[in-house]
C-alpha cells in the first residue's frame, strides 16, 4: 500500500521527466562541430521564412522574427525531440490570420501566452500521445489544405495587390487580381519569378546551399538596382524587446479563449507530428510526446512576453537540422542565435526585401508541403480513406483547420467502426459427432468479432430464430470486443430467451469481459451462476440435461 510520502515522491520523479537534464547533452563533447554547422545552416534557411510567416500571419516581419529566436530556444531546452526546430510555420499562420483581423495585432502576444498555458497543461496531463489517434488521410489531407492556403495567401503580395484582412484566402486571392494593373504588377511577379527559379535551381547546383536565401538577395538586389516600385518588409527592431506582460483584460480573455485553444490544438498536433517524424529520420534517439508538449508551450508562452506570436515544431527548419548533421539541441540553440545576431548586426539590411521575394519563397515552401505521389497512394486505396482526405484538405481551405481535423477525426471513426462492424456476427454451430436424441433442441451459436453499439442490432436479427429451440448456447471465446452496449444485448437476449422458455447457457467468456458482464447484468440474467462455461464439451453436455 502506497504511503502519502511515496506518492508525493512519485509524482515528483514523474515531473522530473518533463524537466531537461544534463542527459540532454551528454553527446556534445563528440558531436559539437557537427551541431554548430548545422545551427548556423539551420539559421539561414530559417531567416526569411520567419519574416516570411511574420508578415503573412498580418502580426508582422518582428514577430515572426522574435518567435523564431525565442521560442526556437526554449523549445530547444525544454522541448522532448534533440532535433526539433521551433518557430513560426504555414499552419500557425492560417489560424492567426482571422485572429488578427478580428482582434487586432496587439492581441497576438496574448493568444501565443494563453496557447502555451494550454498546451503546457497538456503535457503535464501526458495528453502527448493522443496525436497517433489521428488517422493518416486526416494528416495528409489537413497539410494540403494549409498547403493550398498558404500559396493563395500569397498571390496579392505576388502581385503587388492590398486586400482585407482576414479575408477567405481563396476569395482574396480572386478580388486581388480586380485591383491591379499589368503596367505595376509586373515588377512583384518578377521578384517572384526570380525566387521560384532560383530555389529550383541552386539545390541542383549543391543540396548545403541555402536556396531560399540566396533566392531572397537575388530577388532584392534586382529590386534595388532596377529601382522597382515595390513594397519591403520596412523597419525592423535593432534588439530584441523587454519582456512584458501582453495586455489583457477579463473580457479579452474570455473573447479570446476559443482562439486560444484552436492554436493550442494546431501547436500540438503539428509539434507532436513533426517530432515523431523527426525520429524516424534520424538517429538521435526517440521523442518524448509529453515532454515535448512542455516545451512547447514554454515556448509559446516565452514569444508572447517578448511580443511573438504562438509557435510549433517546424518540419521543414528540423528536416534541414538533420540532414545538415545536427545530433543534440546545441544546433537548435545556434540557430536562434544566428538569428538573434541578425536583429543585432543586420536588421537595417533585412529591412529592405521586398514583400514579394518572401510570398515567392512561401509559394515554393507550399508547392514542397504536398507530395503528389503521397496524395495518389491515399486516393487509389480504400474509397473511405479517400473520401476522408478530400474532405479534410476541402474543409482545411473552405472553413476551419481545427473542424476539418475534428471532422476528419470523426468521420475517420466512423469508417473504422463501420469497417468493424462488418466483421462482426453470429454464426450457428453444429453439434461436434456423434449427436443423440434430443441434440435437435439445442444451438450454439458463436459470437464473432466485436460486440458494441454499431453492432449490437445486427447481432439481435441473427439470434432471433430460434424455433424449436429450448436450449442455447453462446460461445463467447472467439469476442474480441464488449462494450456496455454489447453487455446490454447479452443480457436482454438471455432475458427474453429465459422468458420464453429457452434456457441460456454461455461458455468461453473472456476475462477481460466478466467485470463488465457482471456489471450490466450479464451474468445475473442467467437462471443459475452454474450456467457459465469454460468448455463447450461441458456445456455440451449441461445442455443435453435440459433437452
Given at each position: 500500500m502506497d504511503t502519502p510520502q511515496r506518492k508525493n515522491f512519485l509524482s515528483l520523479l514523474n515531473v522530473k521527466s518533463l524537466l531537461p537534464s544534463l542527459d540532454d547533452y551528454r553527446?556534445?563533447?563528440?558531436?559539437?562541430?557537427?551541431?554548430l554547422l548545422a545551427g548556423v545552416t539551420v539559421g539561414i534557411v530559417a531567416l526569411p521564412l520567419a519574416l516570411a510567416f511574420g508578415v503573412s500571419s498580418g502580426a508582422g516581419a518582428e514577430s515572426g522574427l522574435i518567435t523564431a529566436i525565442i521560442a526556437g530556444v526554449v523549445a530547444a531546452i525544454f522541448g522532448g525531440s534533440n532535433v526539433q526546430v521551433s518557430g513560426p510555420t504555414g499552419a500557425m499562420v492560417v489560424v492567426l490570420g482571422p485572429i488578427v483581423a478580428k482582434h487586432g495585432v496587439a492581441t497576438i502576444a496574448l493568444v501565443s501566452l494563453m496557447a502555451g498555458i494550454i498546451v503546457l497543461a497538456a503535457g503535464f496531463l501526458r495528453l502527448g500521445r493522443t496525436v497517433s489517434y489521428i488517422p493518416w488521410p486526416v494528416i495528409e489531407g489537413f497539410t494540403l489544405g494549409i498547403a493550398v492556403i498558404i500559396f493563395l495567401q500569397q498571390v496579392p503580395s505576388a502581385i503587388g495587390a492590398i486586400v482585407e484582412p482576414g479575408k477567405n484566402s481563396l476569395l482574396a486571392a480572386i478580388d486581388s487580381f480586380s485591383q491591379i494593373s499589368i503596367a505595376e504588377a509586373w515588377m512583384p511577379i518578377l521578384l517572384v519569378a526570380i525566387v521560384v527559379i532560383t530555389m529550383l535551381v541552386v539545390p541542383m547546383i549543391h543540396q548545403a546551399l541555402p536556396a531560399s536565401l540566396i533566392a531572397v538577395v537575388v530577388a532584392t538586389l534586382v529590386a534595388i538596382f532596377l529601382k522597382f516600385n515595390v513594397t519591403s518588409i520596412g523597419e525592423l527592431p535593432s534588439s530584441l524587446p523587454p519582456p512584458h506582460l501582453p495586455h489583457m483584460t477579463w473580457d479579452l480573455v474570455y473573447a479570446l479563449l476559443g482562439p486560444a485553444f484552436a492554436v493550442a490544438a494546431l501547436a500540438a498536433i503539428e509539434s507532436l507530428l513533426s517530432a515523431r517524424v523527426a525520429s524516424s529520420i534520424s538517429e538521435t534517439g526517440p521523442y518524448d510526446a509529453d515532454r515535448e508538449l512542455v516545451g512547447q508551450g514554454l515556448a509559446s508562452v516565452a514569444s508572447g512576453f517578448f511580443g511573438g506570436m504562438p509557435a510549433t515544431g517546424a518540419i521543414a527548419r528540423t528536416a534541414v537540422n538533420i540532414r545538415a548533421g545536427g545530433q543534440t539541441r546545441l544546433s537548435v540553440i545556434v540557430h536562434s542565435v544566428v538569428l538573434l545576431v541578425v536583429v543585432y548586426a543586420a536588421s537595417t539590411i533585412v529591412s529592405v526585401i521586398p514583400l514579394a521575394a518572401l510570398a515567392g519563397v512561401l509559394m515554393v515552401t507550399s508547392a514542397r508541403m504536398v507530395s503528389a505521389?503521397?496524395?495518389?497512394?491515399?486516393?487509389?486505396?480504400?474509397?473511405?480513406?479517400?473520401?476522408?482526405?478530400?474532405?479534410?484538405?476541402?474543409?482545411?481551405?473552405?472553413?476551419?483547420?481545427?473542424?476539418?481535423?475534428?471532422?476528419?477525426?470523426?468521420?475517420?471513426?466512423?469508417?473504422?467502426?463501420?469497417?468493424?462492424?462488418?466483421?462482426?456476427?453470429?454464426?450457428?454451430?453444429?453439434?461436434?459427432?456423434?449427436?443423440?436424441?434430443?441434440?435437435?433442441?439445442?444451438?450454439?451459436?458463436?459470437?464473432?468479432?466485436?460486440?458494441?453499439?454499431g453492432t449490437a442490432d445486427k447481432i439481435l436479427h441473427d439470434l432471433q430464430d430460434t424455433k424449436g429451440i429450448s436450449v442455447v448456447i453462446l460461445r463467447m471465446s472467439k469476442l474480441q470486443m464488449l462494450d456496455a452496449t454489447g453487455a446490454q444485448v447479452i443480457t436482454e437476449l438471455v432475458r427474453t430467451l429465459e422468458a420464453a422458455g429457452i434456457t441460456v447457457l454461455i461458455k468461453g467468456i473472456q476475462a477481460s469481459h466478466t467485470r463488465l458482464a457482471e456489471k450490466v447484468g450479464v451474468i445475473s440474467s442467467l437462471r443459475h451462476q452454474n450456467h457459465l462455461f469454460s468448455s463447450l464439451d461441458d456445456a455440451i453436455a449441461h445442455a443435453r440435461s435440459h433437452a
Open positions: 553527446r556534445v563533447p563528440r558531436t559539437w562541430r557537427k551541431d505521389a503521397t496524395a495518389l497512394t491515399i486516393l487509389r486505396s480504400t474509397r473511405s480513406d479517400a473520401v476522408i482526405f478530400v474532405m479534410t484538405a476541402v474543409i482545411t481551405i473552405s472553413f476551419d483547420l481545427i473542424y476539418a481535423v475534428v471532422i476528419g477525426v470523426a468521420a475517420a471513426g466512423f469508417a473504422a467502426l463501420r469497417q468493424l462492424a462488418k466483421t462482426s456476427g453470429v454464426e450457428r454451430e453444429a453439434l461436434p459427432l456423434p449427436v443423440i436424441e434430443g441434440d435437435e433442441k439445442i444451438a450454439v451459436y458463436r459470437i464473432d468479432g466485436a460486440l458494441f453499439f
